[in-house]
């Protein structure tokens, strides 16, 4: 059964830093993995999606790297704003056909202005 | 323009008291999900359909059931709600199987 882990569980920068969000995932064999944004008490946002021949994926201030084999990915976000605060959550797709999103619990992050 | 739309977004029920959350997509997708999310808990698939084809998973409790009238709309009924039955519940959609899901913005259920 496919188990997904978000490390941190709450994370807390100062405006304008660069961070790294961490997701793990205990299968390897996934068809793709895609990173969400969810603010408090709203439904979740698509950011960026990898599929499994994929090794990252960017847009804007983030990007996305996935190294299926050791079962990881990471979000970097660049320059971080106050308004990417938020929960961010990971979730992977296992093998084609498996309809199932398997979520880590999210990373909840703060950027303090 | 909201794309996969939830109504309502907040829904007040009695325990035991049968309620409907509604999904409906403009996006023309295959395939309509339903999870359910507990605070700070990772959301949990309850069941989805591929266009009419319904596919409950399997620790989806029977007080739980769905229906898809049409391509654009899709329905959680729960039967009798439990205490342990508030929660966040969120519609997706996707084109194909293992493509990139569009969320609602949920619907927060809460179980007096």
């Known amino acids: 059964k496919q188990e997904v882990t978000q490390i941190p569980a709450a994370l807390s920068v100062p405006e304008g830093e660069n961070l790294v969000l961490n997701c793990s995932f205990t299968d390897s064999a996934i068809y793709n993995l895609q990173w969400f944004r969810q603010d408090p008490g709203k439904g979740l946002t698509s950011l960026l999606l990898?599929?499994?021949?994929?090794r990252e994926q960017t847009s804007g201030r983030l990007n996305a790297s996935l190294d299926k084999s050791s079962g990881r990915s990471t979000l970097y976000i660049a320059a971080s704003q106050p308004g990417d605060s938020a929960t961010y959550l990971c979730?992977?797709?296992?093998?084609?056909?498996?309809?199932?999103?398997?979520f880590g619990k999210g990373t909840k992050l703060s950027v303090i202005p | 323009d909201a794309m996969v739309i939830q109504n309502p977004r907040y829904q007040v029920t009695q325990f035991g008291k049968p309620v409907t959350l509604s999904c409906s997509q403009t996006?023309?997708?295959?395939?309509m999900y339903w999870y359910q999310q507990k605070s700070s808990q990772a959301p949990k698939l309850l069941f989805h359909?591929?266009?009419?084809?319904?596919?409950n998973e399997a620790d989806t409790p029977d007080n739980f059931q769905s229906r898809r009238p049409n391509t654009s709309f899709c329905f959680l009924d729960i039967r009798s709600p439990g205490l342990g039955d508030a929660a966040m519940y969120l519609c997706?959609?996707?084109?194909?199987?293992?493509?990139?899901?569009?969320f609602g913005q949920g619907t927060r259920l809460t179980v007096v």
């Open positions: 997706a959609t996707s084109l194909t199987g293992v493509g990139v899901a569009f």
């Open positions: 359909y591929y266009d009419k084809d319904f596919n």
């Open positions: 979730a992977v797709r296992s093998g084609a056909g498996s309809y199932q999103l398997t």
């Open positions: 990898i599929q499994s021949s994929q």
């Open positions: 996006l023309n997708h295959n395939v």
